[in-house]
């Protein structure tokens, strides 16, 4: 596969070093699997409808998680997965078969030649999420599918966010506008992760109190040992919390959306765009 040129200035929304420490909890941390679960109920009903030569893109695939899932219910040679890192492509050739490819969405190899493309937990690292989501567009075939992933409520940011290189938390309105301005219809648009709400928003509001207490009231400062302690799996906590989740496929599955969560999740498709001309 071509690989694209890669900016220099994209280097800035994600840490590689992240890459390895993920790599080793993903497969078991109750967040992930559960993301997983979610994603992989929303994009069966729409592979499901397409023709036998579909072709499906994820888009910074990182060290795979979510590709490993998605090979289980795809065709065999419909899938492809692209990142900016190559750290991160690594570890995902350890994970999946599917063909991988560093690239820069601002400049991709491919033509519009993708039935659906996903992105889960992307668009938040780039500060131009419109450019984005046009440029995605255009890698779309006609009515093509495009999936997401995202953290909501900009009353969670924290340290994480900070950490993680985020430009933005998002709303379901500022989400659902953004797409239509892009030139999609939005076909379902819900939170996820409701439990988990309440102990994440209080969780921030005590870290928040603790860092403006601290001597260096920026967390941001120690922020690879502070993920490090976010992504730790206590192992009873870690199945009960991935039971109690297990619930929210069956309310996406019927298109139902959760009243609240600490994500959202999305299916949108490209809509035809009207030329218009102006009068002599």
């Known amino acids: ?13 994600y840490d590689p070093f ?7 909890i993903e497969d078991k941390h109750f967040w992930f699997r559960s993301r997983n679960n979610d994603i992989v109920t929303l994009v069966k009903p729409v592979i499901a409808k397409l023709n036998a ?32 890192f190559s750290e991160g492509l690594a570890f995902a050739r350890q994970r999946v078969s599917c063909p991988l490819v560093q690239g820069d969405l601002h400049r991709p190899p491919f033509a519009a030649n993708f039935d659906v493309i996903g992105l889960f937990d992307v668009i938040e690292h780039l500060p131009d999420d419109i450019q984005v989501l046009q440029d995605l567009r255009a890698m779309l075939k006609p009515a093509g599918a495009l999936l997401l992933t995202v953290p909501a409520h ?3 940011w924290s340290y994480f966010d900070t950490a993680s290189r985020h430009f933005r938390r998002y709303t379901l309105k500022e989400l659902e506008a953004k797409l239509i301005e892009s030139g999609y219809e939005v076909e379902y648009l819900s939170q996820y992760m409701a439990i988990l709400f309440p102990a994440v928003w209080l969780g921030r509001r005590l870290s928040g109190l603790l860092s403006r207490l601290r001597k260096h009231p920026d967390p941001a400062k120690q922020t690879r040992k502070l993920m490090e302690t976010e992504l730790r799996i206590i192992p009873g906590l870690n199945k009960l919390l991935f039971l ?14 959760l009243p609240i969560g600490t994500s959202l999740i999305v299916v949108a498709r490209t809509r035809k765009l009207v030329n218009w001309t102006p009068e002599n």
């Not at 596969?1 to 929304?13: F, G, K, R």
């Not at 579909?54 to 065709?75: A, M, P, S």
């Open 53 to 84: 030569d579909y072709k499906i893109l994820e888009i910074g695939c990182g060290t795979g998680n979510v590709l490993k899932e998605l090979e289980k219910v795809c065709k065999p040679g419909s899938l492809f997965g692209m990142d900016l």
């Open 154 to 156: 900009p009353s969670l």
């Open 18 to 24: 992240y890459f390895s420490p993920l790599f080793a």
């Open 1 to 13: 596969m071509p690989q694209a040129v890669i900016s220099t200035e994209a280097h800035d929304s």
């Open 244 to 257: 109690a989740l297990s619930w929210e496929k069956f309310l996406l599955k019927r298109h139902l959306r």
